[in-house]
């Protein structure tokens, strides 16, 4: 059974970086198959997409988030990072870590991890 957990600070104040881990077990983050996605969803609003990292290590990020978003992967730990730059307000949501299965979609949801940004 593949699990996901999401693990990072509650509170960032602003222009901080945003470091964001999920560990997977289950499953090595190296496959072919599959791929993490961050995900987020911020009060009263629906699911927000940040930024997808692959088997291969490849990444692709959200046009949204591309200028100030980074994920990065340590495959010694099984795991995956998020890093999110020059944060506001704006950026306070839950955020997800997503495994996405090839002809699935997002097949694994972590717990989801609560971000407030502020002073």
């Known amino acids: 059974q593949v699990q996901l957990q999401e693990s990072g600070p509650g509170l960032v104040k602003p222009s901080q970086t945003l470091s964001l881990t999920c560990t997977v077990s289950g499953d090595s983050i190296t496959v072919d198959y599959s791929g993490y996605s961050w995900i987020r969803q911020a009060p009263g609003k629906g699911l927000e997409w940040i930024g997808y990292?692959?088997?291969?290590?490849?990444?692709y990020y959200s046009p949204s988030f591309k200028t100030r978003t980074f994920l990065l992967r340590n495959t010694s730990k099984n795991e995956v990072t998020l890093r999110l730059e020059s944060l506001t307000p704006e950026d306070a949501a839950v955020y997800y870590c997503g495994r996405r299965v090839s002809g699935w979609g997002i097949a694994n949801w972590g717990q989801g991890t609560q971000v407030t940004v502020s002073a």
């Open positions: 990292i692959g088997g291969s290590g490849s990444v």
